[in-house]
């Protein structure tokens, strides 16, 4: 679970360094109306996604464990 904690804290960190830049440009024209560019940040989500269900799920069922106990 913290692991899960700590991807989504980098997620708004970086989204709040980049903000300032993300405002100035013209997104639409350039991801949104280029499929290809469309394309490559569908995969880039799913990437994510994917690694943040992978982290859940070694979390939940192979927990780190102690052994000096």
């Given at each position: 679970m913290l692991s899960i904690i700590l991807q989504i804290l980098a997620l708004v960190i970086f989204i709040a360094?980049?903000?300032?830049y993300v405002k100035k440009e013209r997104w639409k024209e350039k991801f949104i109306d280029n499929k290809q560019?469309?394309?490559?940040l569908i995969v880039?989500?799913?990437i994510l996604l994917f690694m943040v269900g992978l982290s859940f799920?070694?979390?939940t069922l192979y927990p780190?464990?102690?052994?000096?106990h």
């Amino acid at each position: 679970m913290l692991s899960i904690i700590l991807q989504i804290l980098a997620l708004v960190i970086f989204i709040a360094l980049i903000w300032p830049y993300v405002k100035k440009e013209r997104w639409k024209e350039k991801f949104i109306d280029n499929k290809q560019a469309r394309t490559v940040l569908i995969v880039f989500v799913l990437i994510l996604l994917f690694m943040v269900g992978l982290s859940f799920f070694f979390d939940t069922l192979y927990p780190i464990e102690r052994i000096d106990h």
